[in-house]
């Protein structure tokens, strides 16, 4: 059984920078793709970075040129969202998963809160 892990969030204040690490541990094989995503209460979960399966990275525009998402290469289950320039509206709970054909592959883990604050 898959679990994931993320981990890496925090508090911190406008302008700032984190990075989140989400680890799709017991996966026998790597998912080609995956994808970071947030979710605010109340809100549906929105998927903000994505690598995909011709290892090609996109986001959703509102983090765009500030977000970064990266694969470790030792370890392919492992991913990397670097969140530079953090806004008080980038604030949600960042969750990860593997992806064929835009479905997920993987139970949800607990996510990471990331919390934007002066």
């Known amino acids: 059984q898959v679990h994931v892990v993320e981990s890496g969030g925090g508090l911190v204040q406008p302008g700032e920078s984190l990075r989140l690490l989400c680890v799709a541990a017991?996966?026998?094989?790597?998912?080609?793709?995956m994808g970071w995503y947030r979710q605010i209460p109340g809100n549906e979960r929105e998927l903000v970075a994505v690598?995909?399966?011709?290892?090609?990275?996109?986001y959703e525009d509102s983090v765009k040129g500030r977000f970064s998402m990266s694969r470790d290469n030792a370890n392919k289950n492992m991913v990397y969202l670097q969140m530079n320039g953090l806004k008080p509206e980038d604030t949600a709970v960042y969750y990860c998963?593997?992806?064929?054909?835009?479905?997920?592959?993987?139970?949800w883990g607990q996510g990471t809160q990331v919390t934007v604050s002066s």
């Open positions: 690598l995909t399966a011709e290892d090609s990275f996109a």
């Open positions: 017991g996966a026998e094989n790597s998912p080609k793709a």
């Open positions: 998963n593997g992806l064929s054909g835009g479905r997920t592959l993987y139970a």
